[in-house]
């Protein structure tokens, strides 16, 4: 049976390995330039153009290539890959031959998972870690007003998805999402557009913006109400940081710390025309001390305005790159959990061929 498996299945099988090992190439070639420049600070989408087409920009279109490439090939290979290991063999017939022979319906069945799925899985596996160390590598930056900092947190997307072990659970389990599919629907069109939804759900929405932040306690840093700052024509960004920790949530809380949602407009302080003026008989250095005074006092009422709205402080939760690697392995273990779900649905349907 793995014989057959591998005679039906190697051309996809050889075609993706190949694709997934010009891959990991580009990655880790980039991944040696880079540290030789350490002018580069790549991000995601970060690529040459007619504009910068020589140079350092070379091996920042390499990883933004692997990183576009890393976040799809789940997704193909579920399509052209998963739907066609049991579509071909469904749409000839020959998986009733193959029934009627002393082969079970698992092996049937789990065939082309241990020749095809588990090989695939594994290669995409490498990717993600090459991916891992060599944008770790890239990322670096440094600036008159942050000092060393990094360009990106591995916990953005895509760099979450893509950079680590989780992505060859999500490959194992697409592909098990196509074959499945096929074997319910018995078309491999809407095999795939099944395929499709799946995916897109499951990994921006499902995870990356629902499940993943509740992996574990966020930590938390409260800072002062600050009303007036935060609510300026140019405020800060509690969510900008620059040692790539991840901040979930940031917003004003009570003193039990629920968040709450003041109304803002009830709190504007128009300035008046002739704000900054002088007055007559007034310095330079008595206007400034004057409107810094004035400026105190108006966010001391700002704050005291939203104070009366039940606002007790800013909370920031946040978790660190410490969390990385055992959020990479909880998603992981969610994968495969998922992905026994699908073989197991899978097994029922073969079970029921006829």
Do not use: K
């Not at 596996?125 to 944008?135: K, P, S, V, Y």
């Not at 939203?306 to 920031?316: A, E, K, N, T, Y």
């Amino acid at each position: 049976m793995m014989w057959s498996a591998w005679r039906l299945n190697r051309t996809p099988l050889l075609i993706s390995l190949s694709t997934i090992a010009i891959l990991i190439t580009a990655t880790l070639t980039a991944g040696l330039y880079v540290p030789r420049h350490p002018q580069i600070s790549w991000s995601f989408l970060r690529m040459c153009s007619r504009w910068n087409d020589v140079g350092l920009c070379r091996p920042e279109t390499a990883l933004t290539l692997s990183t576009l490439g890393a976040l799809l090939l789940p997704l193909l290979l579920g399509m052209f890959v998963g739907v066609p290991a049991f579509a071909r063999e469904m749409d000839t017939r020959a998986h009733v031959f193959a029934l009627t022979q002393s082969t079970s319906r698992i092996q049937w069945y789990l065939a082309p998972i241990i020749v095809v799925f588990l090989p695939i899985s594994a290669a995409m596996t490498c990717l993600g870690l090459a991916l891992h160390w060599a944008t770790g590598l890239s990322r670096d930056s440094s600036s008159a007003l942050y000092g060393q900092s990094v360009s990106f947190s591995f916990f953005d997307f895509p760099h979450f998805e893509t950079a680590g072990v989780v992505l060859g659970a999500y490959t194992l389990l697409m592909l098990l999402v196509g074959s499945t599919s096929v074997l319910i629907f018995r078309s491999a069109v809407t095999s795939m557009l099944a395929t499709l939804f799946i995916f897109l759900f499951v990994v921006p929405v499902a995870f990356t913006w629902i499940a993943r932040e509740h992996y574990g306690s966020p930590a938390i840093d409260s800072e002062p109400i600050s009303g007036l700052y935060r609510e300026s024509e140019y405020p800060p960004n509690p969510y900008y940081t620059t040692d790539g920790t991840w901040v979930v949530d940031a917003g004003y809380v009570d003193s039990s710390g629920a968040e709450v949602r003041p109304r803002i407009d009830r709190c504007a302080q128009p300035y008046p025309d002739d704000y900054w003026n002088p007055r007559p008989g007034e310095t330079d250095e008595e206007r400034s001390e004057r409107t810094r005074l004035e400026t105190l006092d108006r966010a001391a009422r700002f704050d005291d305005c939203l104070r009366d709205q039940g606002v007790d402080r800013f909370d920031i939760r946040y978790y660190t790159e410490d969390n990385f690697w055992r959020f990479q392995a909880i998603e992981t273990g969610l994968m495969l959990a998922f992905g026994l779900v699908v073989g197991g649905v899978g097994m029922s349907a073969v079970r029921r061929l006829t």
